[in-house]
T-cell receptor
Framework: KAGVTQTPRYLIKTRGQQVTLSCSPI?????VSWYQQTPGQGLQFLFE???????NKGNFPGRFSGRQFSNSRSEMNVSTLELGDSALYLC????????????FGSGTQLSVL | GEDVEQSLFLSVREGDSSVINCTYT??????LYWYKQEPGAGLQLLTY?????DMKQDQRLTVLLNKKDKHLSLRIADTQTGDSAIYFC????????????FGRGTSLIVHP
């Protein structure tokens, strides 16, 4: 079974621009979660999508948004980029349940200049 | 404060045992997890324990849970250089979203 695929692997943007990150979950997984990882804040939950619906949301501003398609692939968008948005963005998929075994992609390293 | 706390660094000699500790605050935690992150990679689930268990062993890994003290530990026996990574403790809470809350991670450095 193919793992979780995130594209692109690296991204460099400038302040004020917007960016879209993509995540393809493991086949059969309907839940996709997004996390932001930084050295200072650690791993912070952004949001979770299940069957095309946002089920849970972390404490991030509205500039961070996402969506999920009918094939469970998910995209995350960040508008009006700020320097502090530089981070590793990780996507995780799961079959969703009480036992949350998350399968992570390798992440997209976003640098905002 | 954070829901899940871990020390930031641990250094051990190859062949020794490593013990990574974690404390959590929510007494209604259902599952507690250990994830491993190697450089340039995402997190990989190593093991997990249900909150009504005290211990779980899986090859070189032993997880101990002290529910009274809300303390979780991961012991790695015969630590190898390939075990060098960041280890994350996480909890998911019953009656909630089950989305795991992660600690900041402990960097394990194994030296020869």
């Amino acid at each position: 079974k193919a793992g979780v695929t995130q594209t692109p692997r690296y991204l460099i943007k400038t302040r004020g621009q917007q960016v879209t990150l993509s995540c393809s979950p493991i086949s059969g997984h309907r839940s996709v979660s997004w996390y932001q990882q930084t050295p200072g804040q650690g791993l912070q939950f952004l949001f979770e999508y299940f069957s095309e619906t946002q089920r849970n949301k972390g404490n991030f501003p509205g500039r961070f948004s996402g969506r999920q398609f009918s094939n469970s692939r998910s995209e995350m968008n960040v508008s009006t980029l700020e320097l502090g948005d530089s981070a590793l963005y990780l996507c995780a998929s799961s079959s969703r349940g009480q036992l949350e075994k998350l399968f992570f992609g390798s992440g997209t390293q976003l640098s905002v200049l | 404060g954070e829901d899940v706390e871990q020390s930031l660094f641990l250094s051990v000699r190859e062949g020794d045992s490593s013990v990574i500790n974690c404390t959590y605050t929510d007494s209604s935690s259902t599952y507690l997890y250990w994830y491993k992150q190697e450089p340039g990679a995402g997190l990989q689930l190593l093991t997990y324990i249900f909150s009504n268990m005290d211990m779980k062993q899986d090859q070189r890994l032993t997880v101990l849970l002290n529910k009274k003290d809300k303390h979780l530990s991961l012991r790695i026996a015969d630590t190898q250089t390939g075990d060098s990574a960041i280890y994350f403790c996480a909890e998911s809470i019953s009656g909630g979203s089950y989305i795991p809350t992660f600690g900041r991670g402990t960097s394990l450095i194994v030296h020869p």
